[in-house]
């Protein structure tokens, strides 16, 4: 079993910053993804940034070059750093661990605002 802590969401202005933070705990897998997805009213959920432990990353096509993802594997966290944030970026953001051999765990949700 997995357990995902996230925080960092919240309300922020158009052209503002937010960094979203998610710590797993439990059974970790010496191969695993982490990463983020979002999913706003009426839209399906879509990919926001994902790394594995070698830091590779990929990112949805909304988002590049303005969000960073980054990972700690020492503290088994993940972050997100979203930059010049638009009103379009409002969104529930998941954040998402698969192991290998063990599996997909979800975080609870964090709510992402942006509005002036």
């Known amino acids: 079993q997995v357990q995902l802590a996230e925080s960092g969401g919240g309300l922020v202005q158009p052209g503002g910053s937010l960094r979203l933070s998610c710590a797993a705990s439990g059974r970790i897998a010496s191969i695993n993804t982490m990463g983020w997805y979002r999913q706003a009213p009426g839209k399906e959920r879509e990919l926001v940034a994902i790394?594995?432990?070698?830091?590779?990353?990929k990112y949805g096509d909304s988002v590049k070059g303005r969000f960073t993802i980054s990972r700690d594997n020492a503290k088994r966290t993940v972050y997100l750093q979203m930059n010049n944030l638009k009103p379009e970026d409002t969104a529930v953001y998941s954040c998402?661990?698969?192991?290998?051999?063990?599996?997909?765990?979800w975080g609870q949700g964090t709510q992402v605002t942006v509005s002036s």
């Open positions: 790394i594995n432990g070698g830091g590779t990353t």
């Open positions: 998402n661990y698969y192991g290998l051999g063990l599996g997909n765990y």
